[in-house]
């Protein structure tokens, strides 16, 4: 489902395979433009409250660390969520993300 997500979404411009850039393997090169995505296909609306805020403080830090190596390699860089709810919890800990519903 991931993949398929990463594949399609954006689109990728290299289905079936990650884009490897300045160390970092991200899901997809967005066709047409200099951008970077990061898909997240977490069932985050099934987690409990603690299970919500451990997986966004974590994610968030790694969001973070993938958007600086993107942007130093001249990218833009965006977090694809299946959801509302996992997009409105990366965002409180940092409203600087780019970050879509993608539904998958």
């Given at each position: 489902m991931h993949?398929t997500?990463a594949?399609t979404?954006p689109p990728?411009?290299?289905p079936?395979?990650?884009?490897f850039?300045?160390?970092?393997?991200?899901?997809?090169?967005?066709v047409?433009?200099n951008?970077?995505?990061e898909i997240?296909t977490?069932?985050?609306?099934g987690y409990?409250?603690?299970l919500?805020?451990r997986?966004s403080?974590t994610?968030?830090v790694?969001?973070?660390?993938?958007?600086?190596?993107?942007?130093?390699c001249?990218?833009d860089f965006?977090v694809?969520?299946?959801?509302?709810?996992?997009?409105?919890?990366?965002l409180?800990?940092?409203?600087?993300?780019?970050i879509?519903?993608t539904g998958c």
């Amino acid at each position: 489902m991931h993949d398929t997500c990463a594949d399609t979404f954006p689109p990728n411009r290299f289905p079936g395979k990650d884009v490897f850039i300045n160390g970092k393997r991200f899901d997809a090169l967005q066709v047409g433009a200099n951008v970077l995505w990061e898909i997240k296909t977490d069932r985050f609306d099934g987690y409990s409250d603690f299970l919500k805020e451990r997986v966004s403080k974590t994610q968030v830090v790694e969001l973070q660390r993938e958007r600086e190596l993107a942007r130093a390699c001249g990218y833009d860089f965006v977090v694809g969520v299946s959801n509302a709810g996992h997009r409105l919890a990366l965002l409180e800990l940092d409203e600087g993300l780019k970050i879509v519903v993608t539904g998958c």
